[in-house]
């Protein structure tokens, strides 16, 4: 039963950790120069879990929307999410009002199945994005967060440059003023590898394709039109 239990939250924070690497893919890399274009993007192609069977996924593409997992994804053409549909109909819709070095998202509705919606509105003063709930986000000139406010917690974030992509270094949190979190990130190329032992490649463009959690789980990517 305790082997069963632990595998089951590994597999659960495993998928939440995956989410949010691939949602954070998807709408904030930048490719660096020129800062924002409208033009082709990666799309992603083919997912492959690492061990367990290398189960894999592939993605079919209609224009800037793609299929493949059960779940629908629609793009703007610089590549920021605009729409996201779970595969139980549960779905999402992005705006956007300038797109000239990176998306500023300005407004996100949440619908369920069951009638619910949830409008979250972005105002935006330079780089500086305040939503309806009073979280101040702010970004540098290539859409990646540097610091963000929500109520008494901080979370910042640092990098090291941004020549093709911006390269993170180290993330932290507090609350209250208290430290929560801080993690350093080491880089040999492409490659970061974080002081908890997870690995991340990624390609030219700043896309994530090998993501490898400490037990030896996780994916490669494999992306179409990214030249």
Known sequence: ????????????????????????????????????????????????????????????????????????????????????????????????????NFCRLTKKTEESTLGDRIVTNYTWDGNIQTSDDGTITEYNDYGSKTKQIQGQRISTWQYTE??????????????????LTETKYNWDGNVQTSDYGTITEYNQQGHIIRFQMPNGHGYTYEYTDCE
């Not at 595998?7 to 954070?24: F, G, P, W």
Request: proline share 2%.
């Open 162 to 179: 941004c020549e093709n992509f911006c390269k993170m270094v180290s993330s932290s949190a507090q609350e209250h003023q208290i430290p």
């Open 1 to 100: 039963m305790k082997t069963n239990y632990s595998r089951l939250c590994s597999v659960n924070m495993y998928k939440m950790v995956m989410v949010s690497l691939i949602l954070t893919m998807l709408c904030s890399c930048q490719n660096v120069e020129p800062l924002n274009v409208k033009s082709d993007f990666c799309r992603l192609a083919k997912r492959t879990e690492l061990i367990g069977g290398h189960a894999s996924i592939t993605y079919t593409w209609k224009d800037n929307t793609r299929t493949g997992d059960g779940t629908i994804t629609e793009y703007n053409d610089y590549g920021s999410i605009t729409r996201y549909i779970e595969e139980n109909g549960h779905n999402y819709t992005f705006e956007y009002d300038d797109c000239e």
